[in-house]
């Protein structure tokens, strides 16, 4: 069973730039492939970005490729998404999840795990 918890949501201008974590607790954190998702109202979850088990390997949603970077440390169970050049269309909640194996996808139904989600709003 793993546990995920996100952070550093927040309010941001457009332009700006934030940090979002995810804490993971729970044995095997480095077995797991990570992705970032994220859910505006009225919209379905759309996959933002994914790292494989080891962060060798990344992938992007072309509505954020160029501009958010997925990163992991496994020493401390932690994947994070650094958001830059923030435009008000990123506005959501946004999920961070694990999926058992090697290679993340972007397939939502491809994860295990989820967290509770951490709210980004940018402003005009």
């Known amino acids: 069973q793993v546990q995920l918890v996100e952070s550093g949501g927040g309010l941001v201008q457009a332009g700006g730039s934030l940090r979002v974590s995810c804490a993971a607790s729970?044995?095997?954190?480095?077995?797991?492939?990570m992705g970032w998702f994220r859910q505006a109202p009225g919209k379905e979850r759309e996959f933002v970005a994914g790292?494989?088990?080891?962060?060798?390997?990344?992938v992007y949603a072309d509505s954020v490729k160029g501009r958010f970077t997925i990163s992991r440390d496994n020493a401390k169970n932690t994947v994070y998404l650094e958001m830059n050049s923030l435009k008000p269309e990123d506005t959501a909640v946004y999920y961070c999840a694990a999926k058992w194996g090697q290679s993340a996808y972007p397939s939502s139904s491809a994860y295990n795990y989820w967290g509770q989600g951490t709210q980004v709003t940018v402003s005009t």
């Open positions: 790292i494989s088990r080891s962060g060798g390997n990344t």
């Open positions: 729970g044995p095997l954190f480095s077995s797991y492939a």
